[in-house]
């Protein structure tokens, strides 16, 4: 029975990935201009993820979106930070639901050659602060606590520096994205997903799970991963008034050519720089 549903899960796969294999590569300067360009983690090829001189340069990248991931901490502050633990990424050890703010702060980062850094986790607060509205904001929700807390203090924090234009929030949970639609229905939406199963009403979102457009009625953007999306879904999803973004990228030159109305790059600068000599020369 493993075997037979493991069989089942590749199939899925390859039905939905093989076709996106022979798309062609690469974006004209023109194309790139049209598109939303999202820094992965504030842009993580540029530095190291989630902190605030990553952003930073994300920012002097060209970004028209800053991404960043969330986690509730101990006593109820947003961390910006990926994992569920901060071993990975800074000097000190632990879950993030168990320590407080000031205790994951008091660690440093690291670089990529495990050398301390002068920098810390940053909370949401320090993020909005520093992007001071040069760029909008991806805030995705790395888990559901189950009371909704995380949720409840974004959305907190949003209206405290009232930028809910300037925002949107992401997951790959229906329920978090339900929580904050439930809160304020003005806030955009968008859903991460691995693939949509064509031929039938499912998504793949690390679930398999029921797809129709009612129950996503309060989405704007599904964000595929890269390889696993074709030009038939984008186009359905257009023709409802969706759009569509494909993570994680680098450069446009490795990129299937695809009518998606973002990318969501570890690499901002890869995708900018021509629409900035351009404008340098105007």
């Known amino acids: 029975m493993l075997f037979g549903a493991g069989a089942i899960m590749a199939g899925y796969v390859a039905y ?36 605030l001189s990553c952003i930073e340069k994300g920012i002097e990248a060209g970004a028209d979106m800053i991404e960043v991931d969330t986690r509730l901490t101990l006593d109820d502050e947003v961390a910006v930070c ?82 809910s234009d300037m925002v949107s929030i992401q997951s790959f949970s229906d329920e978090s994205l339900a929580e904050i ?43 595929f991963y890269y390889r696993s999306i074709t030009r038939g879904i984008i186009e359905k999803l257009h023709k409802h008034g969706k759009e569509v973004k494909i993570w994680t990228l680098a450069g446009p030159e490795d990129t299937p050519h695809l009518p998606v109305d973002g990318i969501i790059t570890d690499r901002p600068d890869l995708w900018r720089t021509n629409r900035k000599i351009r404008k340098a020369v105007k």
Request: net charge neutral.
């Open 16 to 51: 939905n990935v093989i076709p996106n294999l022979f798309y062609r590569r690469g974006y004209t300067n023109h194309e790139m201009d049209s598109l939303t360009i999202v820094a992965h983690r504030g842009g993580t090829g540029l530095g190291q993820e989630n902190t």
């Open 82 to 163: 990926h994992d569920q633990a901060i071993d990975r990424t800074t000097t000190g050890m632990g879950n993030i639901a168990d320590l407080t703010l000031a205790q994951i702060q008091s660690f440093k980062i690291i670089d990529k050659n495990g050398s301390d850094t002068a920098e810390h986790i940053p909370s949401l607060n320090e993020v909005i602060e520093t992007i001071s509205g040069r760029s909008r904001l991806l805030i995705e929700v790395k888990h559901k606590t189950g009371s909704y807390a995380l949720e409840r203090k974004i959305v907190e924090i949003i209206h405290r520096y009232d930028i």
């Open 181 to 223: 639609h439930r809160i304020d229905p003005a806030l955009k939406l968008e859903k991460l997903l691995i693939f949509r199963a064509k031929g039938l009403p499912a998504i793949f979102d690390r679930n398999f799970s029921n797809f129709d457009y009612e129950k996503y009625r309060h989405i704007a953007s599904f964000n």
